[in-house]
């Protein structure tokens, strides 16, 4: 069987561009598929987390795979700082990586853009290269990507083929980027040329997994279009194709029937339909989020997370042994 590996940070709680840019897909593969899926608690401290905030959303973002589908006895789910080869590998590709690659990468122009050089995160300059290690070190045959982690993977099959290369052994297998069928690019209601992200300052600009249903239809009504008032699927109306794209997401249709449904009727109508239907859609996975979110599965879900360490490290660790033994390393 082939296999699968992806992760989401827990910075902030999961939203929709995150369920359907990467969880709704990885749901409808998982039986295809030997998956793997990481919370990705490593990578979100290159941006400040308050501990207790990361601590609990790490917690809640495995109730929120499960919640949206994933189910944790045929799919591996763990944390991504309970497999300490992760930072170890991640040092060693270091080694094979260059600053003038990384300092190319947009999402760190970015995330550094509005931040003075000195006070820059080496931690934010070096996500890829974590990411490669994340990915490098359990040999998938695939990895989902969103088309804003399109640039990651490309690196992450770069440093595997130069430290091939340089070793002169095939250790690392280069892997292929998942294109899923299906999965938009969510934006931000607030501002529809930026991608929708869980820690956007402005909370309207996102729609969370576990907004209730009066909040999410007061961020559609609030969402950002122009002034032109007939629903079409154009770049010229980015706030209004981004509501599309959600509203096709949820309910399969095609823009162009989108479209025709709201021929005649005005944003206000639209801006409603969408908040409708997306309220619906998150309604189940937060009924499912709220019958694991009790003080007795506690249990049951740190044995999915140790369960999903485990077998991750018997991978993890037989890939790092490789790795210190190629580069040199006295092995023990
Ligand atoms: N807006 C989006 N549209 C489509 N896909 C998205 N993804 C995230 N946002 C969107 C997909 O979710 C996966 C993991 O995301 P992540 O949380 O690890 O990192 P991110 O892409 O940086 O997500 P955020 O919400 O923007 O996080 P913050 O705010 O912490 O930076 C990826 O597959 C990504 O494509």
Redesign the pocket.
Known sequence: MKRIL????P??T??L??Y???LKNWVKIQHEYECMYFI?DL??IT?TQAPNNLRENTKKAVMQYIACGLDPEINTIFVQSHVHEHAELAWVLNNSAYMGELSRMT?FKD?SKSQKEDAIKVGLFDYPVLMAADILLYDPDLV??????RQHLEIARVIARRFNNQYGKEIFKIPDGYIAET?????SLQDPLK??????ANPNGFISLLDDRDTIIKKFKKAVTDSENIVRYSDEQPGIKNLINIYSCVTEKTPKEIEKEFESVGYGNFKMAVGEVVADCLLKIQTKYDELNKPENEGMLRNIYEKGANRAEEIASKKLREVYDTVGFVVR
Do not use: E, R, Y
Not at 6 to 9: E, H, R
Not at 195 to 200: A, V
């Open positions: 992806s992760g989401i940070q910075s902030g999961l939203t561009g995150n359907f840019g990467a990705a990578h979100s941006v999402q995330k989902p990507v969103g088309q804003d982690q999965g938009a690019k969510i934006m991608k929708m992200s869980k820690s956007d």
